[in-house]
Each structure stands twice: as structure tokens, then as C-alpha cells.
């Protein structure tokens, strides 16, 4: 298990097993996006008068149909095959790799080459790349929300199954890969997805009424003259020819032109606003929708968060709470290359906090450096508090953030305060702000190293949102 899979058995497996990979369709094929763009009760009502247009001898009508069913479709293919090239650079744009544990060696391979038996080394940002098993972990955390909508992370621990998808926020561990590509629980759900049968949109749906019309008129009306001519003593070969040319001018040759070019109009205005448009129809399905039924977390949301509301209960206190927020912190920022903003690496609360220390203090191991951690408690999820105690200058400081409730209990302010405190911090909840509580204390050389004597008799210092 600790050496890992071989070079050789790794190859083997993967002949075997196949690619790590997710196919949710069909590779692209520009003959078979072409040939999709004719398929419409509309398209065929047109195919059949200039099929009617050959056999009555006019040639000319019968190649002008042609020529704007065929425009049609080169018009809207190239519309829809730009769209795809495009989704296939940002597809190949960044191949990505995953560290494992190979010949007894630690090296970075491409993900889509992970087979079942390797072993994954995992650390804080990294995406689960495969479904496996925990097999070595130390205070790992996982985000689950792109599988189950849940923005809170989920501890983890040794033999604990790990999905593909995921992503570690916390800690540091091995996962054994057991499931692959397809075989796994986002390959599973992919290839269900796959499976649905797309729905014509509401003007594809209402241009086929619509060609159902004009044909049951078309044909009506050609019936009915045929009858009407022989009554009135006419030839028939005559009747026949002028109800054929009456269906064939009721066929509106230039509609699916008109329509393809409204579409494209839309397609281009949605493309300025930096949107791939696969399907130029849903441009108008776009407009009709009245409600959206979707996952929030990730997907309109980055599932990251800011600090946007604080509440120190003196104005001093704002540098406790800056060093509070560093202190026993698991996230770190990473800069963004020639921009002043940052990536937050870890738990999404832990990077907020980071952050709005950052834009107090430019160097925030300047909070850290003025003295040294001399003993550090992790996030307790029946107390909902991270604790640290901290020496500086010979004094020993413990500061404890979490759970407002738990600040407030464990703190030495009156009922009264406290009351006071809990409508504010309750007012920003109902924004749906998260609240986080900080409190602190100077330790005696009398006082308890138990947590739970560290977090009681707490100064309140304030609370941020």
C-alpha cells in the first residue's frame, strides 16, 4: 500500500479499466451537427413542395426552396459548431494532474490516468479525482456541495469513502482509488443525466404546430378545388396542377431563415456577455422561463465567502479579533498573478476571516510573529469553537472564535449584555449572514490547560458577519 501501484501494473490497469474520465455524450461529430440542423416537421414541409415544385416542372421554385433549406442549415451549423470548438478549448485548456503514490515514489501524473489500486496523496485545495477509500488522514475535511448541495464541510476519517468531485478544504491523508471514471458515483450521475431525452424548445414546439396547420390547409384546400374544377366541367390535369401550386404557395419558404437569423442575432448579443450558446433554440427558451430550479452552492455561487458586516464591542478590540481570526487558522491566500485579489486555500470561513485581516494588516504574520503559539485546539463540533493560546512578551493569551452562543455563554458579561448582544448578532442572521464570535483572556500562571477551563471567563470582543 505505501509503495503504491508499479509503472508496469499501473499501464496494465489502465488497458483495462479504461481512462479516468467522464463521457456525458457523444464525441463531436460536424457531419452529425450538420445533419441536426434539418430535422423539423417545418424543414420537411419544405422538402416535400420542392419535391412537388420538381414534378410540376418548376424547376426554379423547387432549387429556391432548396437553396434556403440548405443556407439554413450551414447558417445555424456554423453558429453551433463555432460554439462547440470553443467548449473544446476550454475542455483542453488545463489538463489536470493528481500526486500518487507510484514505484514507491510521490509523482504527479494526469488525472484521466489514475486506474483502481492507485494511491492518491491528498492535500488542502485538491480536487478527489477519483471514489476510493480513506486509508491515512489527519483532521481532513471534505466539500461535499457539488455532489450534495451542502456548503459545510464533512470531517472525514480513516475508512471513510471519498467521491470524485469533492473537494478537500482540510487536512491531509491518502485515498485508494476503488471506482474510476464512469463507475463512479459523478460518473453514475453523469451518464443518468445523459440518458434524458432533450424536449424540442417552446418554438420549435410552436413552428411544428404551425407547419401542421398550413399543411392541413394546404391539403384541404387542394381537395377541395379538385372537386369544385370537375363539377364546373374541367379538365382534371389542370385542377391537379393548379391545387398542387396552391399547397406549394402555402408553404412559407422563407420562415426558417427568419427565424435562424433572429436566433443568431440573440446568440450574438448573449456571446458579448461571455456566454457559449450550444444550441442557438434555447436562446429562445431563455426568454420564456419564469423559474429556475438549480444548485446554488458552486454553481451560481463560488462557494466562497467575505466578511460584510462587524461588531466590536470596543474600538480596541480590533486587533485582538484581527489575530484571533489568524490564529489557529487552517485556510491560506494565494495571490492572484498581477491582480491584488486571492484564492482562498482550505476552509471557505477560515479564508474569509483571512481576508478581512488582510485588508487591515498587509502582513499578517506580523499578528503571528509578535510571540509564538504555545498550544492550539481545532474547530470542536459540539462547542463549535477553535482555541489558541498565545504568548507574547512573557503573557500567555488564549483566543477562542465560533459560535457566538458559545462565546457569549462562556464569556463574564452580564444577562443583560448578553441579551443585548444576541438581538444584534440574531439581526444579522436574518440577512443570512454566517456569525462568527471572538472572545479572549490573559492566562494566569494559576489557570488550567484544559480547553474547557482556556474557553470560560472570556472577554467578549465582538463578532463579525
Known amino acids: 500500500m505505501k509503495l503504491g501501484l508499479t509503472s508496469k501494473l499501473a499501464e496494465e490497469k489502465l488497458k483495462t479499466f479504461g481512462r479516468n474520465e467522464i463521457i456525458t455524450k457523444k464525441p463531436f461529430s460536424a457531419l452529425s451537427l450538420f445533419l441536426s440542423q434539418f430535422p423539423s416537421f417545418i424543414n420537411a414541409l419544405l422538402a416535400i413542395a420542392a419535391i412537388f415544385s420538381f414534378l410540376i416542372k418548376d424547376a426554379l421554385d423547387g432549387i429556391i426552396i432548396l437553396a434556403i433549406l440548405l443556407l439554413n442549415g450551414i447558417f445555424g451549423f456554423i453558429q453551433e459548431y463555432r460554439a462547440e470548438k470553443s467548449l473544446e478549448k476550454l475542455k483542453n485548456l488545463v489538463k489536470p494532474v493528481s500526486r500518487v503514490i507510484r514505484d514507491g515514489k510521490e509523482i504527479e501524473v494526469e488525472t484521466e490516468t489514475l486506474v483502481p489500486g492507485d494511491v492518491v496523496v491528498l492535500s488542502e485545495g485538491d480536487r478527489i479525482s477519483a471514489d476510493g477509500t480513506l486509508t491515512l488522514g489527519r483532521h481532513l475535511e471534505i466539500d461535499e456541495s457539488i455532489l450534495t448541495g451542502e456548503s459545510l464541510p464533512v470531517a472525514k476519517k480513516q475508512n471513510d469513502s471519498l467521491l470524485k468531485g469533492t473537494l478537500v478544504v482540510k487536512g491531509k491523508g491518502h485515498l485508494l482509488i476503488e471506482k474510476t471514471g464512469m463507475t463512479t458515483q459523478f460518473g453514475q450521475i453523469a451518464q443518468s443525466l445523459s440518458e434524458i431525452e432533450a424536449d ?28 369544385i374544377g370537375i363539377m364546373q366541367g374541367k379538365e382534371i390535369a389542370p385542377i391537379v396542377l393548379l391545387a398542387i401550386s396552391i399547397a406549394i404557395a402555402a408553404v ?12 443568431a442575432i440573440g446568440t450574438n448579443r448573449m456571446a458579448k456577455k461571455h456566454a457559449i450558446i450550444r444550441k442557438m433554440p434555447s436562446v429562445e427558451t431563455l426568454g420564456t422561463i419564469q423559474i429556475i430550479l438549480l444548485d446554488k452552492t458552486g454553481t451560481l455561487t463560488q462557494n466562497s465567502m467575505r466578511v460584510k458586516k462587524v461588531y466590536l464591542r470596543e474600538k480596541k478590540a480590533e486587533n485582538d479579533i484581527m489575530r484571533a481570526c489568524v490564529l489557529g487558522n487552517t485556510a491560506s491566500l494565494v495571490e492572484k498573478e498581477g491582480e491584488e485579489n486571492y484564492d482562498i486555500l482550505g476552509d471557505k470561513t477560515d479564508g474569509a476571516l483571512l481576508l478581512w485581516a488582510k485588508e487591515r494588516v498587509k502582513d499578517l504574520s506580523v499578528l503571528k510573529d509578535e510571540g509564538k503559539i504555545v498550544d492550539e485546539y481545532v474547530f470542536d463540533p459540539e462547542t463549535k469553537t477553535v482555541t489558541t493560546v498565545w504568548k507574547s512578551d512573557g503573557k500567555s493569551s488564549v483566543y477562542v472564535r465560533g459560535a457566538p452562543e458559545t462565546i457569549l ?57
Open 409 to 465: 455563554k462562556k464569556s463574564n458579561l452580564t444577562e443583560t449584555e448578553k441579551e443585548a448582544i444576541t438581538s444584534r448578532f440574531q439581526a444579522m442572521a436574518k440577512e443570512g449572514l454566517r456569525i462568527i464570535g471572538f472572545g479572549s483572556k490573559i492566562l494566569s500562571s494559576n489557570d488550567k490547560k484544559a480547553r474547557e477551563k482556556l474557553e470560560i471567563d472570556l472577554d467578549f470582543l465582538g463578532f463579525v458577519g
Open 200 to 227: 424540442k424548445t417552446p418554438l420549435q414546439k410552436q413552428l411544428d404546430s404551425l407547419g401542421k396547420m398550413i399543411s392541413v390547409f394546404a391539403i384541404t384546400a387542394s381537395f377541395l378545388l379538385i372537386p
Open 252 to 263: 412559407p419558404e422563407g420562415l426558417p431563415a427568419v427565424v435562424t437569423i433572429a436566433l
